[in-house]
């Protein structure tokens, strides 16, 4: 076997070890073997055809000039595949209570899941995608950003000498490293562009104030602590193309639309809440 490896390669060796999971159900779902396929192997008298390991080796992408080389590999996983099954059919794992509780939250979870994809069917459509993202570029057309970094201590004094340091001709991104106190310090203080507003607002209008290439004279208060900010960029938005984004767009209106699912059915539904202690912990809501 060792051999074998080393003439194949790590790379198709590790597509072989990936797929061998799913290589039964692969070979199932292609088309069935012909009846004179060449049988490659008999494992307790199941036979294993080649048109079955061809199967698994398309599955695969296998390039056709590694056929060769590939299939002997193919064929001893799809040997471990049948053991493995006999193994698992003599154990009557699907009698156990716990696998049955195992498959009845999986067949829920899917039945949720197929019933979700359906009702979003009609709701997600290209039209709306469109719709969002015209609505998203009118909200962003000619909108300012900047690009900022920033400090964060925990002191009012902490960040005057900051000030005092960088007056002095620090690197603001040094100190941000050495520091910052906040979960951005490892990059400098870097907190990417953001528009007027996007985040805590003491900090963004702070920013805003500043010309490129400037930062404040004086620290600004959040309740995340003391900060100095330094504004590397200001410019107007770009709008993403709709390709770059309609992933996104398309996961915002799928979320919207079961937010309004769910909604509408709590507020006809008549729903009472109880504490660990048993009593109500709310009014019951009555249906329509």
Do not use: C
């Not at 039964?24 to 012909?34: D, V, Y």
């Not at 195992?102 to 069917?121: D, F, G, I, P, S």
């Not at 993202?133 to 964060?152: D, F, Q």
Request: avoid cysteine; proline fraction near 3%.
């Amino acid at each position: 076997m060792s051999t074998l490896v080393n003439k194949i390669g790590p790379v198709l060796m590790a597509a072989v070890a990936i797929a061998m999971v799913t290589m039964a159900g692969i070979a199932q779902a292609k088309e069935a073997p012909s009846s004179d396929s060449a049988v490659l192997a008999i494992v307790n008298g199941d036979k294993i055809l080649k048109d079955d390991a061809l199967n698994a080796l398309k599955s695969m992408n296998v390039p056709a000039a590694d056929t060769d080389k590939v299939l002997p590999v193919v064929v001893d996983q799809m040997i471990n595949e049948k053991l493995i099954n006999s193994e698992v059919a003599k154990a009557q794992i699907e009698k156990d209570p716990a696998f049955q509780a195992r498959l009845a939250l999986a067949k829920a979870q899917l039945v949720r899941t197929a019933y979700l994809e359906k009702y979003l069917k009609d709701k997600i459509t290209d039209q709306a995608v469109k719709s969002e993202y015209e609505k998203l570029k009118k909200e962003n057309k000619g909108k300012e950003e900047v690009h900022a970094r920033h400090i964060l201590v925990a002191t009012e004094e902490e960040a005057k000498q900051i000030i005092k340091d960088l007056d002095a001709g620090a690197r603001f991104e040094t100190l941000a490293k050495e520091r910052s106190s906040g979960p951005t310090a490892k990059n400098g203080g870097d907190v990417g562009y953001f528009a007027q507003g996007e985040i805590v607002p003491e900090f963004s209008n702070a920013a805003f104030q500043l010309k490129a290439g400037t930062y404040t004279k004086t620290p600004i208060k959040t309740q995340f602590g003391w900060h100095v900010i330094y504004v590397e960029d200001r410019r107007t938005r770009v709008v993403p193309d709709l390709k770059d984004v309609e992933t996104s767009i398309r996961n915002k209106l799928g979320q919207e639309a079961v937010e309004k699912l769910v909604t509408g059915l709590r507020a006809k539904a008549d729903i009472k809440r109880f504490g660990m202690d048993g009593k109500p912990v709310e009014e019951a809501t009555k249906k329509n």
